[in-house]
């Protein structure tokens, strides 16, 4: 068990552009979150998967974002046309159950929009 | 909705204890939950609570009040590395995690 990772860990990237990441959680784990978090606050909620299934979206996330989870494993977060106040740190965890369905956390992906 | 507070910064010196309190308004309750988080990194999981009462994990001890909508988050004999954002968060009835700002906790000599 590897534990959840991210790629890229970096990535800045021009206004405008579009961005995506991806998200490999820990083997078998069915539910998925990703979250947004900047400076100084605590992780916001984005949206969550349970094993394929994307179940609940937050206001949060306008319609440049999307996510998927095509066969239930790694998931990717898709930011169109991006601006200045995405910049954040975006986080993936994952949770299988287990005592208190802990989520577990990967290590993020900064983005830096120019 | 959902209002989890906690404060900003604490200073304490190594060795010593310290105790981060947690208050929250949440429409449901199914756990609540403390996080580690050092400058850059992923938050790391500390502690679950969902019963009243104290949960003691080595140097770390968690404690919850239900009724009260209260918790604190306990650090005893610290550690220089124990510098870190201290997050609570609580699961609602919808599995959502709904975290507080952190607490920064500065260790020093």
């Known amino acids: 068990d590897t534990g959840v990772s991210q790629n890229p860990r970096h990535k800045i990237t021009k206004r405008g552009q579009n961005v995506t990441f991806r998200c490999d959680p820990i083997?078998?784990?069915?539910?998925l979150y990703w979250y947004r978090q900047t400076l100084g606050q605590g992780p916001e909620f984005l949206t969550y998967?349970?094993?394929?299934?994307?179940?609940?979206k937050s206001r949060l996330l306008s319609d440049r974002f999307s996510a998927e989870r095509p066969k239930g494993s790694f998931s990717t977060l898709e930011i169109q046309r991006t601006e200045q106040g995405d910049s954040a740190m975006y986080l993936c965890?994952?949770?299988?159950?287990?005592?208190?369905?802990?989520?577990?956390f990967g290590p993020g992906t900064r983005l830096t929009v120019l | 909705g959902q209002n989890i507070d906690q404060p900003t910064e604490m200073t304490a010196t190594e060795g010593a204890i310290v105790q981060i309190n947690c208050t929250y308004q949440t429409s449901g309750f199914n756990g609540l939950f403390w996080y580690q988080q050092h400058a850059g990194e992923a938050p790391t999981f500390l502690s679950y609570n969902v019963l009243d009462g104290l949960e003691e994990k080595g140097r770390f001890s968690s404690f919850l009040s239900r009724s009260k909508g209260y918790s604190y988050l306990l650090l005893k004999e610290l550690q220089m590395k124990d510098s870190a954002s201290y997050l609570c968060a609580v699961r609602g009835d919808d599995y959502k995690l709904s975290f507080g700002a952190g607490t920064t906790v500065t260790v020093r000599a």
């Open positions: 083997s078998e784990h069915n539910r």
């Open positions: 998967f349970q094993n394929e299934a994307q179940l609940e």
């Open positions: 965890a994952s949770t299988g159950g287990g005592r208190g369905d802990t989520q577990y």
